[in-house]
């Protein structure tokens, strides 16, 4: 059973930081991709961030130069460093990761942590 744990979430004030962090555990064979997509309220989710096996990013325009993302293949896990958030960037965020398992290959899901942005 593959599980994806989030941690780091939480409120900030307009300007600030928050570094979110997510884990994949049990029978893995390999990560394809690991990455972030977020969902503000009466939206539909969106993909933030994420990172390949070979370390290619991909950014949402709105988070290009403030956010950065990266694997650590060894540990399984995957980090959103986020700078200069703003309130628009208040959202539920998911880590997701396309994971090769026992099942076979397919998505798996974090249960999301809130990031609010206000003063």
């Known amino acids: 059973q593959v599980q994806l744990l989030e941690s780091g979430g939480g409120l900030v004030q307009p300007g600030g930081s928050l570094r979110l962090s997510c884990a994949a555990s049990?029978?893995?064979?390999?990560?394809?991709?690991m990455g972030w997509y977020r969902q503000a309220p009466g939206m539909r989710r969106e993909l933030v961030a994420d990172?390949?096996?070979?370390?290619?990013?991909w950014y949402l325009d709105s988070v290009k130069g403030r956010f950065t993302v990266s694997r650590d293949i060894i540990k399984n896990t995957v980090t959103l460093q986020m700078n200069d958030l703003n309130p628009e960037d208040t959202a539920i965020y998911y880590c997701?990761?396309?994971?090769?398992?026992?099942?076979?290959?397919?998505?798996?899901w974090g249960q999301g942590t809130q990031v609010t942005v206000s003063s």
């Open positions: 049990g029978s893995i064979f390999d990560i394809s991709e």
């Open positions: 990172v390949t096996g070979n370390d290619k990013t």
């Open positions: 997701y990761g396309l994971i090769t398992s026992d099942n076979g290959k397919r998505d798996y």
